[in-house]
């Protein structure tokens, strides 16, 4: 199956990260290169690097990008661009993109055990490496399943989820996509059942907690605004709260001058701030990409300008 995905709020990522044809970019979720490539076709004597971890994705943006010498792609996490970078004897980059969640491909792909919709072997790896899905709901304890449905989906039945994963893994391991979204649909109240699939918060927090992706954009984050330049941007676009409140406040921060009290009659920290908020509230998509792509209806995106290098 061909890797393809909708590369979403498109022009709006290239706009914030004002491409220069001289620049040195990352795109550090290549995915099926659609971002990689609008960036790739404004460099002239300038520099892209396209990450991904899925190794479906790093070929397919591998043959996408052949038409562009100016671009790399190369097979590693977003967490790791630092080693990447200094393995191409670059230290500082003019802009960096992270689309974050998981691909059309990675949905539509049964195989990969992403879906709540498909039957298929749970799996749920991006990398297609470590532990699986299957490993986590048939080893993890009931309070670990619990808390996870609960901080990572919103799960608001969360214990009762969990409680029924144990007692039917008690029966026989858990094997399917399926067989988990019918646990999930069972452990629910009826009016519950009713709504959108019951599955859908618990399957993208078992996503989110096999692939590691909080802490991944934590230290992706912070290794992003280590390699930018001075006057160099990050770009991120997030689906959904966890991943959002997490670059909301690490922005914040990152844009937050002076610490001291607010009863302080002048200013003793002398921390000024290292970055400046492009956008103060994110950019939404429009209603005609909406329209046109719905797995963009919840994305988000979040522009930061580099000030200065730490101190």
Same mark, same amino acid.
């Given at each position: ?8 709020? /498109?022009? !709006? ?11 040195? %970019?990352?795109?550090?979720?290549? &995915?099926?290169?659609? @971002? ?8 002239? #004597?300038? *520099? ?8 479906d ?21 977003? *967490? ?14 003019? &802009? ?13 792909a049964? +195989? ?7 039957? =298929? ?12 899905a ?8 009931? !309070?670990?399943? =619990? *808390?996870?449905?609960?901080? %990572? ?22 094997? $399917? $996509? ?16 009713? +709504? ?22 934590? !230290? ?13 941007r990050?770009?991120?676009? $997030?689906? @959904? ?22 009863d ?9 701030? *290292? ?8 950019? /939404?998509?429009?209603? !005609? +990409?909406? +329209?046109? #792509?719905?797995?963009s209806?919840?994305?988000? /995106? ?10």
């Amino acid at each position: 199956m061909e890797f393809s995905h909708i590369p979403v709020l /498109l022009y !709006e990522c290239i706009n914030g990260l004002m491409i220069r044809p001289d620049g040195i %970019y990352l795109d550090g979720t290549a &995915g099926g290169g659609g @971002h990689s490539e609008e960036i790739a076709k404004r460099l002239k #004597n300038g *520099r892209l690097i396209s990450l991904d971890q899925d190794p479906d994705a790093v070929e397919t943006a591998s043959r996408r990008l052949a038409p562009y010498p100016q671009a790399t792609v190369v097979h590693a996490n977003f *967490r790791d661009m630092e080693e990447v970078l200094r393995s191409l004897s670059i230290r500082q980059i003019d &802009g960096v993109l992270l689309d974050l969640g998981v691909s059309s491909y990675q949905l539509d792909a049964a +195989e990969r055990g992403f879906s709540y919709q498909k039957d =298929a072997p749970l799996d749920m790896r991006m990398s297609k490496t470590g532990k699986s899905a299957k490993d986590f709901v048939n080893l993890a304890p009931e !309070e670990e399943i =619990a *808390r996870v449905l609960f901080e %990572y989906g919103e799960e608001r039945y969360a214990r009762r989820i969990a409680s029924k994963i144990v007692y039917k893994r008690q029966e026989k391991p858990l094997e $399917t $996509t399926l067989e988990l979204a019918e646990i999930i649909k069972s452990a629910v109240p009826s009016a519950s059942r009713r +709504e959108k699939n019951p599955a859908k918060r618990s399957f993208q927090a078992i996503r989110i907690a096999v692939n590691g992706e909080l802490d991944a954009l934590k !230290e992706g984050l912070e290794a992003a605004f280590r390699v930018l330049k001075p006057g160099g941007r990050l770009a991120v676009i $997030t689906f @959904h709260s966890l991943e959002d409140r997490i670059v909301k406040q690490a922005f914040a921060a990152y844009a937050k001058g002076c610490e001291c009290p607010p009863d302080f009659p002048v200013c003793v920290c002398g921390k000024t701030p *290292r970055a400046k908020l492009i956008n103060r509230k994110p950019i /939404l998509p429009s209603k !005609e +990409e909406m +329209e046109q #792509n719905r797995r963009s209806q919840s994305a988000k /995106l979040r522009v930061l300008e580099k000030i200065k290098d730490e101190p």
